[in-house]
Nanobody, 123 residues
Framework: QVQLAESGGGLVQAGGSLRLSCAASGRTFSSYAMAWFRQAPGKEREFVAAISGGGGRTYYADSVKGRFTISRDNAKITVYLQMNSLKPEDTAVYYC????????????????WGQGTQVTVSS
């Protein structure tokens, strides 16, 4: 079992930065790929970024490439999402998730979800 808890969301002006954290429980954390997803009001949940279990591979949605950086610290069993140059369209609830590297971005199979943290970007 892995439990995920996001933190770091909040209100920020356009152009600003936030760093989200997702703290995990469980001894098998490093065996999971981790990802961030987001869901804006009235929209479907969408993929943002993913990182492999060892941290050597990353993958980003085109909409955040060059602005967001995903990283993980397996010793602290935490995954991060550094968000720079934020835009109002980045406003959403952000969720972290654990799963397989092969399927995590497509949401074909997600083993664990966090509860989400709200990010609001004002113009």
């Amino acid at each position: 079992q892995v439990q995920l808890a996001e933190s770091g969301g909040g209100l920020v002006q356009a152009g600003g930065s936030l760093r989200l954290s997702c703290a995990a429980s469980g001894r098998t954390f490093s065996s999971y790929a981790m990802a961030w997803f987001r869901q804006a009001p009235g929209k479907e949940r969408e993929f943002v970024a993913a990182i492999s279990g060892g941290g050597g591979r990353t993958y980003y949605a085109d909409s955040v490439k060059g602005r967001f950086t995903i990283s993980r610290d397996n010793a602290k069993i935490t995954v991060y999402l550094q968000m720079n140059s934020l835009k109002p369209e980045d406003t959403a609830v952000y969720y972290c998730a654990a799963g397989s590297w092969v399927t995590i971005a497509s949401q074909a199979r997600i083993d664990y979800w966090g509860q989400g943290t709200q990010v609001t970007v004002s113009s």
